[in-house]
């Protein structure tokens, strides 16, 4: 099963929106993973030092939730990290959950608006500009990637 880690600010809605604006955008990336169901969603967003794996599904529609198979562990405790990551928090979150999930080799992609959380030219990267977050346009992009990983 291929992953898509997601972020939410950024992503879901535009970065530093209002509050009444959270999710604006969960409809474009819903409608995308509806048309890949083989993947699943593991989340990167600073959201899940706050919040339950299932008050995190709580924003999401069911079906989509129950597509979430977890949340990526925070940087500060892992163990191990490769030295080519060290500089690289999300990426190394990413590379760990799939380790503690036995699937160190599946195809996944991360959405997120921060770059400089993963290496330089990560070919797993789907860069969203956070002013907008994920658009109509870009959310096309991202399922054709999402298709390449099947």
């Keep these: 099963m291929p992953i898509l880690f997601l972020d939410f600010d950024g ?3 535009p970065e530093h ?6 999710f604006c955008l969960l409809p474009v ?9 083989e993947v ?7 959201w899940r ?7 995190l599904r709580m924003h999401f529609t069911p079906d989509v939730a129950a597509r979430i198979v977890g949340v990526t ?9 490769p030295s080519t990551l060290v500089s690289y928090e999300r990426e190394a979150e990413c590379q760990a ?6 699937i160190p080799h599946v195809g996944w992609l991360a959405v997120d608006d921060r770059s400089w959380l993963y290496r330089p ?8 500009n956070g002013k907008e977050g994920l658009t109509r346009s870009t959310a096309e992009q991202l399922l054709v990637r999402l298709q390449q990983l099947l």
Excluded: M
Aim: contains cysteine; negative net charge; glycine residues 2%.
């Design 49 to 55: 030092l706050q919040f339950s794996l299932d008050e």
């Design 40 to 46: 699943g969603l593991v989340i990167t967003s600073t």
């Design 121 to 128: 030219f990560c070919k797993s990267l789907f860069l969203v």
């Design 11 to 13: 992503v879901l809605h």
């Design 73 to 81: 562990p925070q940087f500060c405790s892992l163990n191990d990290v």
């Design 29 to 37: 990336l819903e409608n995308v993973v509806r048309q890949v169901p």
């Design 17 to 22: 929106c209002h509050e009444s604006k959270h």
């Design 97 to 102: 959950w799939l380790w503690a999930n036995h």
